[in-house]
């Protein structure tokens, strides 16, 4: 299959790759620029562990063509953090509560809560639940998961979007 050249915004860094049409966005972002936090689960859009943020929107890597994303800004977990690597407070809301057994979800269901939490208001427990539907987890049980993100909503101002030092 025939590859071009593409350019990629990834945590406020310029790539370029290689890519072919069927590449996604998860294949790119995992295997070519190596950013672990991008997970490979189900590949099929049900499981949230590839979620990243397009123009700040959630959205599943795995369903998403590489072409695709080309013009817009892409969002990973790591692009959350401080330029010299400190956490975001999601993320320290995440460790307070023991929200990450593996972590291996971790990725995802910040990037999906941090979403519902920009959207504005305060989002109920019920409305978290609903939220992270399409991210699962195989070890919380995911009440800690809530609280933390709970805890999250609850800040006066919660930091937005820190990073983007490409990491
Ligand atoms: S790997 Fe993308 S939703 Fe499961
Ligand atoms: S912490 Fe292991 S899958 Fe969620």
Request: some cysteine; aromatic content about 4%.
């Given at each position: 299959?025939?590859?071009r050249k593409l350019?990629l915004?990834?945590n406020?860094?310029d790539?370029?790759v290689w890519v072919?049409p069927s590449?996604?966005?998860?294949?790119?972002?995992h295997?070519?620029l190596?950013?672990?936090?991008?997970?490979?689960?189900?590949g099929?859009?049900?499981c949230?562990?590839?979620?990243?943020?397009?123009?700040?929107?959630?959205?599943?890597?795995?369903?998403?063509?590489?072409v695709?994303?080309?013009?817009?800004?892409?969002t990973?977990?790591?692009?959350?953090m401080?330029s010299?690597g400190?956490?975001?407070?999601?993320?320290?809301?995440f460790?307070r509560?023991g929200?990450?057994?593996?972590?291996?979800c971790t990725?995802?269901?910040?990037?999906?809560?941090?979403?519902?939490v920009r959207?504005?208001g305060r989002?109920?427990?019920?409305e978290?639940r609903?939220a992270?539907?399409?991210?699962l987890?195989?070890c919380?049980?995911?009440?800690?998961?809530l609280?933390a993100?709970e805890?999250?909503?609850?800040?006066?101002?919660?930091d937005?979007i820190?990073g983007?030092?490409?990491r």
């Amino acid at each position: 299959m025939s590859r071009r050249k593409l350019a990629l915004r990834v945590n406020g860094r310029d790539h370029e790759v290689w890519v072919t049409p069927s590449d996604t966005v998860l294949d790119v972002l995992h295997d070519d620029l190596g950013l672990a936090d991008v997970r490979y689960g189900c590949g099929e859009g049900v499981c949230g562990t590839c979620t990243v943020l397009l123009d700040g929107s959630p959205v599943n890597g795995c369903l998403l063509l590489a072409v695709q994303a080309e013009g817009h800004d892409i969002t990973t977990l790591r692009g959350l953090m401080s330029s010299d690597g400190g956490m975001h407070p999601l993320q320290k809301c995440f460790l307070r509560h023991g929200a990450a057994q593996c972590g291996f979800c971790t990725p995802g269901m910040m990037l999906t809560a941090l979403d519902l939490v920009r959207a504005g208001g305060r989002p109920s427990r019920e409305e978290i639940r609903y939220a992270l539907v399409g991210n699962l987890c195989r070890c919380t049980g995911y009440t800690k998961i809530l609280d933390a993100v709970e805890e999250y909503a609850a800040l006066d101002g919660p930091d937005d979007i820190q990073g983007g030092a490409g990491r």
